[in-house]
């Protein structure tokens, strides 16, 4: 809620970026307020044009495909949103 009210946008509607572009793990944000100089943006993804937003959803497409792909490698198939059948029966 502390977002909400520095920047005045919801937080399930936030969008927030550095000048790499999307922040969207922990890591993400790390490395970016570890600048020298830290400069965030925030947007309402409710009002982004949508040029930005297209670009938005083709960066999480690929974010999306890395993760998939770190899944196979780790010979989980087809795991979203649920943990592998070998973590769930305790093996």
Known sequence: AHDERHFGV???K???????GL??????????????HPKLFVYDVT???RE??????????????????SFLHFGA???RGRFPAAASNGA
Do not use: C, W
């Open 10 to 12: 919801p937080l399930e």
């Open 14 to 20: 936030q969008a927030i970026y550095d000048e790499d």
């Open 23 to 36: 922040l969207t793990t922990s890591a993400d944000y790390s490395r970016a307020l570890q600048r020298v």
């Open 47 to 49: 009002e982004m044009n």
């Open 52 to 69: 930005f937003r297209d670009r938005t959803i083709e960066e999480l497409e690929h974010i999306d495909q890395e993760v998939e792909q």
């Open 77 to 79: 198939h087809a795991t």
